[in-house]
């Protein structure tokens, strides 16, 4: 399924690569590149999948697996205090999300990966050392800083059991300019949201946030006890919102405000060396055309705490297994949810929801 010939036209496999990831990231992206053709972008191409071996089955529609890193050395100093991200980066996967497109192009599901997920990093050779290292249990987080996005890519394949047929990837930057391209994302809360550590400080109602305030709401997990799985719901509260910032601010329409937006954001991100820029133009105008209602949100149910690996979380693998073989048949999570992502999410019980429930009102 993944080849870097590209396939007939009207092939089954050339639907599937016009298929993309919701959300602002992704959507923006193509739409910048809508010059692509005279004036390429300058897209940082990664080879992740050619030596991949014992992958998963693959499946109707597509999977592409969403991965926000810590890299902050791309944001100014002042920057860093005013926003409150400085620190020491991990150089790990702060986000990972699950995206499934289906076959028919109709139905969007994301499904949350906690970075702290205990995971079963694949054998790999170490970046930094050139020696190989053996299987070793780990969190999730942490192969990407043990062996870039391909090990990310194994490790996710391997505990999911879904094969990932694209990629990318997103840093700080890139994600505050591309939100001050649209002209801000309006969140809604229903309660006051306090972070300690990105001083996030909103009040219920409705805020429209730029992009340093949004990289404050996508990266708080301490406003209250639901730590990462709060997060999650935030970042997939914020994919809507922006969705909906760039159709009711006619960036799609403004070809100097998309060429500007898919340069600022594409420029930096890393894609596998299959995702073309023309391919991803056609994806996000397909994705332009489905409802809020056509996506639906989750998050790895998990049970516990791993006993042999210190805060990592242990997935209810009957149920996690529930919701992958359902991306792997491409099945819709739920059938009708009314759940909304209003209250903090229970530990282990994470619920489904479609897009059209956490959109502001």
């Not at 944001?75 to 980066?89: D, L, N, Q, S």
């Not at 150089?91 to 079963?120: F, I, K, Q």
């Not at 305030?213 to 996508?218: I, K, N, P, T």
């Not at 705490?305 to 149920?319: I, V, Y």
């Amino acid at each position: 399924m993944l080849t870097h010939i590209d396939p007939p036209a009207g092939s089954r496999r050339a639907r599937r690569l016009r298929l993309a990831v919701p959300g602002v990231f992704l959507i923006v992206a193509a739409v910048g590149t809508g010059h692509a053709a005279a004036q390429p972008l300058p897209v940082q191409r990664v080879d992740v999948f050619d030596d991949m071996k014992n992958r998963p089955d693959a499946g109707n529609g597509t999977n592409i697996l969403l991965m926000g890193t810590d890299g902050r050395d791309t944001i100014t100093r002042k920057e860093k205090r005013e926003f409150h991200a400085g620190g020491v980066a991990c150089n790990c996967t702060d986000t990972l999300m699950l995206v499934h497109v289906s076959e028919a192009r109709d139905r969007v599901s994301v499904v949350g990966l906690p970075r702290d997920s205990y995971a079963d990093i694949p054998a790999h050779r170490d970046e930094a050392t050139g020696e190989e290292r053996p299987a070793h249990p780990g969190k999730i987080n942490g192969a990407y800083a043990e062996g870039g996005p391909e090990l990310s890519v194994r490790t996710v394949e391997e505990m999911t059991g879904v094969r990932v047929d694209r990629y990318l990837q997103l840093d700080f930057r890139r994600f505050m300019d591309s939100v001050e391209t649209v002209g801000g994302v309006r969140v809604c809360t229903s309660r006051p949201l306090k972070d300690r550590t990105t001083k996030l400080d909103l009040a219920p109602g409705s805020h429209l946030l730029d992009g340093g305030r949004s990289l404050q709401y996508v990266r708080s997990r301490h406003v209250d006890g639901s730590a990462d799985f709060g997060r999650i719901q935030r970042q997939q509260r914020f994919l809507v919102a922006a969705m909906k910032s760039v159709r009711t601010g006619n960036v799609l329409t403004d070809s100097v405000r998309a060429a500007r937006l898919g340069r600022s954001l594409v420029g930096a991100a890393q894609v596998d060396r299959g995702f073309s820029a023309e391919q991803i133009l056609t994806l996000a105008k397909d994705l332009g055309k489905l409802p809020a209602s056509s996506m639906e949100f989750t998050t790895v149910p998990v049970n516990g705490f791993s006993e042999t690996l210190n805060g990592a979380l242990q997935w209810d693998r009957p149920k996690a297994d529930k919701v992958f073989r359902a991306l792997g048949q491409d099945r819709p999570l739920t059938r009708d949810s009314k759940a909304r992502l209003s209250d903090p999410p229970r530990f282990g019980s994470p619920v489904t929801v479609r897009g059209d429930t956490i959109e502001c009102r």
